[in-house]
């Protein structure tokens, strides 16, 4: 829970009786890896801060075709955001790719914050852009950049991390095929 409380106080701090308030509102996992958290067809009802771990989002094509449209990380948030804001179905699935440790809490949860405790109007500000700007960075890197440029910026960025990602789901993730990442992986190393 203390990684959560860093990670909000990069942009504001946050006075000890108020993240007691927030705090019991946290529920704790611990997730095997290729655990589904939320099923195409559910309603996400959580947002969640990844402690330990990585996760992926993805569309199932056919039964044997999946692309995974987006990775998060140990100390980024992960939620189905349309699917939370909206209280309509997810529209695809997300996974653990690995032991995952997750701190969650329910939209009810968020909503009753909102309407009792000021701060969590900050926070909840704060939970939004940081769920855009992961989407955004994704969505700039898949029209800006090659597949090895991406490959090579997410290497930079998260290369342990990157290594614990199956080659299917990073390939998918880039936009390439399998057999294309490992042609690229070759020229690099």
């Not at 999946?66 to 349309?82: G, Q, R, S, V, W």
Request: with cysteine; aromatic share 14%.
């Amino acid at each position: 829970m203390h990684q959560f409380r860093t990670y909000f106080e990069k942009y504001f701090p946050i006075a000890d009786n108020d993240w007691e308030i927030f705090s019991k509102k946290l529920t704790r996992k611990e997730l095997p890896k290729r655990s589904l958290l939320l099923k195409e067809g559910q309603v996400e009802n959580r947002i969640s801060f990844i402690e330990k771990g990585i996760v992926r989002f993805f569309i199932r094509q056919s039964l044997d075709k999946e692309i995974t449209f987006a990775i998060i990380f140990e100390n980024e948030l992960m939620c189905c955001y349309d699917s939370f804001l909206t209280r309509q179905p997810a529209e695809y699935n997300a996974e653990t790719i690995t032991e995952t440790i997750i701190w969650s809490f329910s939209y009810d949860d968020l909503q009753q914050l909102y309407a009792t405790m000021p701060v969590s109007n900050v926070l909840g500000r704060i939970l939004s852009e940081e769920i855009y700007l992961i989407k955004a960075k994704r969505e700039l890197s898949a029209l800006k950049y090659q597949a090895k440029e991406r490959y090579l910026n997410l290497f930079k960025e998260k290369p342990r991390l990157v290594k614990e990602i199956p080659l299917k789901f990073l390939a998918s993730y880039i936009g390439i095929t399998p057999q294309a990442l490992s042609r690229i992986r070759k020229q690099i190393y």
